[in-house]
């Protein structure tokens, strides 16, 4: 994997995406099995407390050994990094000083299905296996259902990724399905993007009885280009231009959406951060272009236009939308924490529960690629992630 640093300010190459893990861990004595319907053979459980040592975990959805922009990205596939941030609005949010012990597993053993497909659509001629890794408490009842949804800049999509805090969080009570999904790399848009979430939702409740689930009670939880999509999943709940592919007769509502640093308004995603950044950031043709225009395009989403309005969660935003916990770290160089504010006012604007966390100090996720072994730390404390099982549990229990 390509590892190479540059200065900040610079472009990192396609190794280095949006939405980063966290170093592996899983409960004590935790088991793992393989759906019929999976592609592969399941992966051996690790038995370890939550590990969050700098370091120990790779880039989510990394480009493998050999780096270079992915094949079929159209060759813009890079990653603007800030040098300088804006600070952050914090009037209207809740301030989190990322400090006191890191979030500790072991405590609920849990069963895993890995590399479960749960649909084949088809991009441009050729279809795509999407797959989830589902962990299961080893208790009793049906439980609430976290999709959580990986960073990867648009352009990867691993649903290995960040197992550390997947398993803290279905240790709490909760199933926890990780799920693939269609990039720029497929060829695919955000409109592909939303819809394979959506589709993953409505899999798990048409299986909801094989999995121990309660269909009435579902989140969505993304990082980064994850947190994007969770946010377009929410506020575009029971509308049927994102619904495609099986399971039609199930829905694909939710209830509750956390969203950590993840991009809104595409147009604005360096709107915080230094000339050099902000001009990467709408580079005609850049990953972010693709994303909303499609693959090879030579268009720019540095206009709010009607396509560029057309991909951003803001636009959809109603009064019915669910409860919304949003993260932001202060120090974030890859999505402006502005992104989270603009998203976070606006559903309060029609008078919908939403709560933004910033962050103090924090960068975007896992920046140890970045030289910085910090950043790691402060998203996995309990400071941290008991915001975030503390909202689960308030609107769907456990």
């Not at 590399?115 to 299961?136: F, R």
């Not at 197992?163 to 709490?172: K, M």
């Not at 916990?325 to 008078?351: I, N, Y």
């Not at 939403?354 to 072994?373: I, K, L, P, W």
Request: aromatic share 6%; hydrophobic share 35%; net charge positive.
């Amino acid at each position: 994997m390509e590892r190479k640093r540059k200065k900040a300010g610079s472009v990192v190459a396609a190794s280095v995406v949006l939405g980063l893990t966290l170093a592996a861990c899983s409960s004590s004595g935790s088991s793992s099995s393989s759906s019929p319907s999976s592609a592969g053979s399941a992966k051996a459980a690790a038995s370890s407390t939550c590990d969050t040592s700098a370091g120990a975990g790779a880039p989510a959805g990394a480009a493998p050994s050999g780096g270079g922009a992915p094949s079929g990205a159209g060759g813009a596939a890079s990653i603007p990094v800030a040098k300088t941030i804006k600070q952050s609005d914090t009037s209207t949010s809740t301030v989190i000083k990322p400090t006191g012990p890191q979030m500790q597993c072991g405590t609920t053993q849990l069963t895993s299905h890995t590399n479960v497909v749960y649909a084949t659509p088809t991009t441009n001629g050729k279809q795509t296996q999407l797959k989830v890794d589902i962990q299961v408490p080893k208790t009793a009842g049906k439980k609430p259902l976290v999709i959580y949804i990986t960073g990867g800049g648009f352009m990867l999509a691993d649903q290995s990724a960040n197992l550390d805090q997947r398993t803290y969080v279905a240790e709490q009570g909760y199933v926890v399905a990780s799920i693939s999904y269609r990039t720029i790399v497929n060829g695919a848009t955000y409109q592909d993007g939303v819809s394979d979430v959506k589709s993953a939702i409505r899999y798990l409740r048409a299986h909801a009885d094989t999995y121990g689930i309660d269909g009435s009670k579902v989140a969505v939880w993304g990082q980064s280009a994850g947190g994007y999509l969770a946010a377009m999943t929410g506020v575009t709940n029971g509308q049927k231009q994102f619904e495609s592919g099986d399971n039609l007769n199930q829905s694909s509502d939710v209830q509750a959406v956390v969203d950590e640093f993840g991009p809104a308004n595409l147009s604005k995603l360096g709107a915080d951060y230094d000339t050099a950044a902000r001009n990467a950031n709408t580079a005609p043709g850049n990953s972010t272009a693709q994303w909303v225009y499609g693959v090879g395009t030579k268009k720019s989403v540095a206009q709010h236009t009607q396509q560029v309005a057309a991909a951003d969660p803001n636009t959809y935003v109603t009064s019915s939308a669910p409860p919304f916990a949003l993260f932001h770290g202060s120090k974030d160089q890859l999505v402006s924490p502005s992104q989270t504010l603009e998203l976070s006012d606006k559903l309060k604007s029609k008078g919908v529960d939403a709560t933004r966390y910033v962050v103090e100090g924090a960068n975007h996720g896992d920046m140890t690629f970045m030289g910085d072994s910090t950043s790691v730390k402060n998203w996995s404390t309990t400071a941290v992630m008991g915001k975030i099982t503390g909202f689960l549990g308030r609107q769907l229990g456990s």
